[in-house]
């Protein structure tokens, strides 16, 4: 099956610094990826959809100057937690959907961020 | 109303036995339904994934799609002790690149 790769896997930085995730579909283009936060034993949230080559699309609350995201490729997204507090601290997975293809999202192992 | 609902358990049952997950929703225009299953601190894993309505099936798993009841289910026979996860239902309107809706989730333990 299609795999999806992150990195880090687990983070932990002090409150203030950046973090940034890397999503990459390894063996698939994929034209979109999603990111998506995760907090303990609650299902997922969708904060924005990357689509490669333009500007990514936020949900509502989300703040696009908070959480940056760059796809500049086929194969790879980038989210970037700017001056990450606590609160930041989450699971971060991203997805991503094979292009041409039906909407089955792959999702990547999954980025531990802990702000201390 | 939430546009999916599901059950979030915790749903124990003994190995062997049978287990049925489902969601509800409420927009009619979904139309592909997908079941994830999530171990902790994993992303998920795509399990099943079916296009409107009626059944699918994949070894121990079986998908079914009631559009008419806006309801969904995943069954899933002989379970086992490694079955032990969360299960997300997801659905969406379109094909190719959309955002899926999920569920809160289903935490199910299989006792051996």
């Known amino acids: 099956g299609a795999v999806v790769s992150q990195h880090p896997s687990r983070v932990i930085c002090k409150s203030g610094t950046s973090v940034k995730i890397e999503c990459r579909s390894l063996d698939f283009q994929a034209t979109t990826m999603f990111w998506y936060r995760q907090f303990p034993k609650k299902s997922l949230m969708l904060m924005a959809t990357?689509?490669?080559?333009?500007?990514?699309?936020?949900e509502q609350g989300v703040e696009k100057d908070k959480f940056l995201i760059n796809h500049a490729s086929l194969t790879l997204s980038t989210l970037t937690v700017t001056s990450a507090h606590p609160e930041d601290s989450s699971f971060y997975i991203c997805s991503a959907s094979l292009w041409g293809g039906p909407n089955e999202q792959f999702f990547g192992p999954g980025t531990r961020l802990t702000v201390l | 109303q939430k546009e999916v609902e599901q059950d979030p358990g915790p749903l124990s049952v003994p190995e062997g036995a049978i287990v049925s997950l489902n969601c509800t929703y409420s927009?009619?225009?979904?139309?592909?339904f997908m079941w994830y299953r999530q171990y902790s601190r994993k992303g998920p894993e795509l399990l099943m994934y079916t296009y409107s309505s009626g059944n699918k099936e994949d070894g121990r798993f079986t998908a079914q799609v009631d559009k008419s009841s806006k309801y969904i289910s995943l069954f899933i026979r002989d379970s086992q002790p490694s079955d032990s996860a969360t299960y997300l239902c997801?659905?969406?309107?379109?094909?190719?690149?959309?955002?899926?809706?999920f569920g809160k989730g289903t935490r199910l333990s299989v006792i051996a």
């Open positions: 997801a659905m969406s309107r379109n094909s190719g690149n959309t955002p899926l809706v």
């Open positions: 990357s689509n490669e080559g333009s500007k990514a699309t936020y």
């Open positions: 927009n009619s225009a979904f139309q592909y």
